[in-house]
């Protein structure tokens, strides 16, 4: 049996972008049952928060900061790297 790993552009930027990638403050705007990701072009998880993921879309090259709970509640935050 022989197992092989993917490897994408996005995910070879993801990965070098990931040691200098801290959160410095996350702000809650609002939250809904709707989420945003339909809207992106494309997504990715960045962290795990206590019992929600932060995910960041891109919408027309623009970030935008949603989390999940997994009971379908959907909250943008404004957030701030370091």
Known sequence: ???SIYKSADRNNFES???TFKIKSL???TCSAQSIVSEASQSRLLTALDDEFL???KIQENSFYESTDLKGT???YDVTFE
């Open 74 to 76: 959907y909250c943008l």
């Open 27 to 29: 702000q809650k705007q």
């Open 55 to 57: 995910w960041e879309h």
């Open 1 to 3: 049996m022989s197992c």
């Open 17 to 19: 972008e990931v040691p």
